[in-house]
């Protein structure tokens, strides 16, 4: 089994999205958010088949844990109240498409984080999507600020509410910033690799998980700009006189595949121990386009770990679906479930 364990709604029915700038707008504006639009399944069926769906297909990959649009969170945008209706909207929606294809999707959700309000306000809705729709993790914006960092680092106190609920519930979350507030960080070309490498560093700085030894992480992207430059954080760790990132880290933190040519991919195959490394190609998403270079979608990324010259079939399968398993503790009983409601619905 394939498993894309980063993949995002970025195909929404457009009334979707229109509903958040309308509520944007109004709270601007003082006048009455209107209600949530009508969102039929015909609507949803069509924005998977022609999107999603068509891609799982061409590419041989089976099923794609699933979330709202990473872009669309928008937690710098609105305050707390707000944000908390979004993100019910946008993990509803992504519910009905893991109810209309349960073959091809399981959810994870997003939070109604807001800045300078506490991540413990995110509790009941991380609670509500785990225990009632089946999401099996959540996407964790360490900066709801947009680019200004405002808060503290994803190691501090404040935090640790959240992360008590999701020991409690055993689900993982994938640290993923939203759009960028300035413009001299580009969403997905800069903002979000700063994130994913921020983030990295303030675990190496703290001791997280000497607090949270079952709490997991998956770094996307490739873990932005970490395994690149290995020996810069195995120095840091060593300069700080903490243990071997291996130990200190590893048993914790993961990275995606979402790293777009063969060379990037096959270093962060060298680098980072297979035991880490979740297969994601974060389709349909950042970068859209046919590399002329090799002819192929730049994000089809399957194509590089099947290309890498020296994984195991045991390593592959390790990438493509153990490990995803492994750290979304959830997911396999999950899959049980919904392929079990997918039989009744034939
Ligand atoms: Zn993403």
Redesign the pocket.
């Known amino acids: 089994m394939i498993i894309d364990c ?1 993949g ?1 709604y970025t195909t929404s029915p457009p009334q979707h999205e229109a509903w958040r700038a309308k509520q944007i707008a109004a709270l601007k504006d003082g006048t009455p958010v209107p209600p949530r639009p009508t969102i039929t399944d015909d609507e949803i069926r069509e924005s998977i088949e022609s999107g999603q769906r068509s891609i799982q297909r061409e590419r041989g990959t089976d099923l794609t844990i699933f979330s709202p649009r ?1 872009a669309g969170m928008g937690h710098h945008q609105a305050g707390e109240a707000a944000n908390a209706l979004w993100s019910g909207a946008c993990n509803d929606l992504v519910h009905r498409v893991c109810s209309l294809f349960p073959q091809y999707f399981v959810g994870v959700c997003q939070l109604p984080q807001a800045p300078g309000v506490s991540p413990e306000n995110c509790i009941p809705e991380l609670q509500r999507c785990v225990e009632e729709l089946g999401f099996v993790g959540c996407n964790l914006n360490p900066d709801p600020s947009g680019g200004h960092w405002s808060g503290p680092p994803v190691t501090d106190r404040s935090w640790y509410p959240l992360y008590e609920a999701m020991v409690e519930l055993d689900v993982p979350a ?1 640290i ?1 910033v939203s759009s960028s507030c300035n413009p001299n960080f580009h969403a997905t070309g800069a903002h ?1 690799l700063n994130g994913d490498t921020s983030v990295f560093m303030q675990l190496l700085q703290g001791d997280l998980f000497a607090d949270f030894p079952t709490l997991r992480f998956i770094i ?2 490739g873990g932005g700009a970490v395994p690149y430059h290995w020996g810069r954080y195995r120095g840091l760790a060593q300069d700080m006189k903490r243990p071997l990132l291996k130990d200190y880290l590893l048993k914790n933190v993961f990275f995606d595949t ?1 790293v777009y040519h063969q060379p990037g991919s096959d270093l962060l195959a060298k680098v980072i121990p297979v035991e880490n490394i979740l297969f994601a190609s ?1 389709t349909i ?2 970068v859209q386009g046919i590399d002329p270079e090799t002819g192929h979608y730049y994000d089809d990324t399957r194509r590089y770990i099947d290309a890498n010259e020296w994984l195991s079939d045991a390593d592959r399968q390790r990438i493509y679906e153990g490990n995803a398993r492994a750290v979304y503790n959830r997911l396999s009983a999950q899959i049980e479930r919904q392929t079990a409601l997918e039989g009744m619905t034939k």
């Open positions: 980063h995002h990473a994938m993923h979000y996307p992207h979402c974060e998403g950042a």
